[in-house]
């Protein structure tokens, strides 16, 4: 846990469990006052408020002091939103703050291209066009949890496609579609970068360098686990936008079926089990 102690008002909460890996935190004015990460995807549910009730202690906050709480809403694991959106939508309703919901997906993006991604093409590319920023989580029979975001020549970030699950391998094909397409002009995509746990996509991942490399873009595969700062700096702008969550109606974004559903939707279709 990394602890910095500040201010004790107008701070997020921040928490997601869509992946392997809690990741928490609460943040004020873009200073991270506590963090934590824990990866123990199947005891979430027993440690997450034990995890709250630490960063609560080592950065001198109470809830009074929390103006709002952000949860990583999925896509991602099943159970695992759950966990998260659960708790978060307690807090919101026990403590009578409001909630946020933040796309997990984006946020490792978001934070793969703060923390690593923005240095490195600084350092070795143009800035000018777009870099583009595909999150990647594993959804089994060679699908993932993937969308699609930009930071722009006018360091705007944007996202250019919805959260959704995907067929690796036609997912890549989209992307070299669109990789020579945009691959010239003014605005023209300078690098794409794959990021979050990409161990079991390798092959998909070497393909898209490969055809980035043919049409003269930059390919980058950085591997990215979820921190909750970057939950916390994302549910801020959601915040100040006035896009709050009902915490009575508020669920996670599932983006499928899942597996208990697809068997019995092909069990009453006839069709064999997939």
């Known amino acids: 846990m990394r602890t910095e102690q500040n201010g004790q008002s107008g701070a997020i909460l921040a928490l997601d469990t869509s992946t392997a890996s809690m990741a928490a935190a609460i943040v004020k004015d873009h200073k991270v006052l506590a963090e934590i990460q824990s990866l123990a995807e199947r005891n979430h549910s ?11 202690a080592s950065s001198g906050i109470t809830e009074t002091d929390i103006e709002a709480i952000a949860v990583g809403n999925g896509p991602g694991s099943y159970t695992g939103m759950r966990i998260a959106v659960s708790v978060a939508k307690t807090l919101a309703w026990v403590w009578d703050k409001p909630l946020v919901g ?3 997906l984006e946020a490792i993006a978001y934070g793969a291209w703060h923390q690593d991604l923005a240095a490195k093409l600084q350092d070795s590319a143009n800035m000018a066009g777009e870099h583009w920023v595909l999150p990647i989580m594993d959804a089994r029979r060679g699908q993932v949890y993937s969308s699609g975001f930009a930071m722009t020549a006018e360091s705007v970030w944007r996202r250019w496609a919805e959260d959704g699950v995907r ?3 036609d997912w890549v094909e989209q992307l070299a579609e669109r990789l020579e397409a945009g691959s ?16 079991l996509h ?29 939950i916390a700096e994302l549910g801020r702008a959601r915040l100040a936008a006035g896009l709050t969550e009902n915490p009575h109606t508020f669920i996670p974004n599932y983006t499928q079926l899942t597996e208990a559903e697809v068997v ?7 069709e064999p089990k997939p």
């Open 46 to 56: 027993v440690h997450v408020v034990s995890h709250i009730k630490q960063l609560l």
């Open 102 to 104: 933040v796309s997990s």
């Open 167 to 169: 067929l690796m391998k």
């Open 184 to 199: 010239s002009g003014a605005a023209r995509i300078q690098s794409l970068s794959l990021v979050g746990d990409l161990s």
């Open 202 to 230: 390798e092959e998909g991942a070497q393909r898209l360098q490969a055809i980035g490399e043919a049409v003269g873009v930059k390919v980058m595969l950085q591997p990215f686990v979820q921190e909750g700062r970057f």
């Open 264 to 270: 019995w939707k092909a069990k009453q279709a006839g």
